[in-house]
């Protein structure tokens, strides 16, 4: 499995977009890109995942390097709720859970 | 569309003792994941089920831990006996899909909190 290297953490400024990076120079060609996020208390949730394309949904948008070795997650306009940690996953199979960045959104 | 339940919310016991959790899916998800985490770390898959049938059970301590889907709906996870190095939240979670697509988006409870003394 390609390994994933995040920061422990990060700060985001209410209203402001929240760029979340990823790097994951390993990665093999069938491998996908997985966000997901998990807020106090509560299990993960899914947010987005992506092959090469950049992807973007109601939640955020993925961007992938043309090469792949990293990615970019997308929280355009943060908000309190958005306080979590955010985990990147690299995986053909079975999600396996890193120890994610703790985004702190403050007002 | 009602999510993942759990239960129970917390759970506090000695060291020694059983413990059983519950989860029911999402209705009509086939697969189910129970997932271990440990304060400050990432859920760890314990068991996946497919139906009612094991995909992978690899990280599962058999030896105390057991797992049950008997009617391919909702299941059990047991400990016996526990240890100090149980306590965790016990994570369930659920897929619509199954085979090589199921893991591609996993809805998840909010967990049961195991406390072992």
């Known amino acids: 499995d390609a390994k994933t290297t995040q920061p422990p953490s990060m700060d985001c400024a209410e209203g402001r977009a929240a760029n979340l990076p990823c790097n994951h120079s390993?990665?093999?060609?069938?491998?996908?890109v997985y966000w997901y996020r998990q807020i106090h208390s509560q299990g993960p949730q899914y947010i987005i995942h992506?092959?090469?394309n950049n992807e973007t949904n109601e939640m955020a948008s993925l961007i992938i390097t043309e090469d792949r070795k990293s990615s970019t997650l997308i929280l355009p306009h943060a908000t309190l709720r958005d306080t979590a940690v955010y985990y990147c996953?690299?995986?053909?199979?079975?999600?396996?859970f890193g120890a994610g960045t703790i985004l702190r959104v403050k007002s | 569309e009602a999510g993942v339940a759990q239960s129970p919310r917390y759970k506090i016991i000695e060291k020694r003792q059983s413990v059983a959790f519950w989860c029911n899916p999402i209705?009509?998800?086939?697969?189910l994941y129970w997932y271990q985490q440990i304060l400050g770390q990432g859920p760890k898959l314990l068991i996946q089920f497919q139906n009612n049938g094991v995909v992978d059970d690899s990280q599962l301590p058999k030896d105390r831990f057991s797992a049950e889907r008997l009617k391919g709906v909702d299941s059990t996870l047991k400990i016996q006996p526990a240890k100090l190095e149980d306590s965790a939240v016990y994570l369930c979670?659920?897929?619509?899909?199954?085979?090589?697509?199921?893991?591609?988006?996993?809805?998840f409870g909010s967990g049961t909190q195991l406390s072992v003394l």
């Open positions: 992506g092959l090469k």
């Open positions: 996953i690299v995986r053909v199979g079975k999600l396996v």
């Open positions: 209705s009509g998800h086939a697969t």
């Open positions: 390993t990665i093999s060609g069938n491998e996908y």
């Open positions: 979670a659920s897929s619509p899909h199954t085979g090589a697509m199921a893991n591609e988006k996993l809805f």
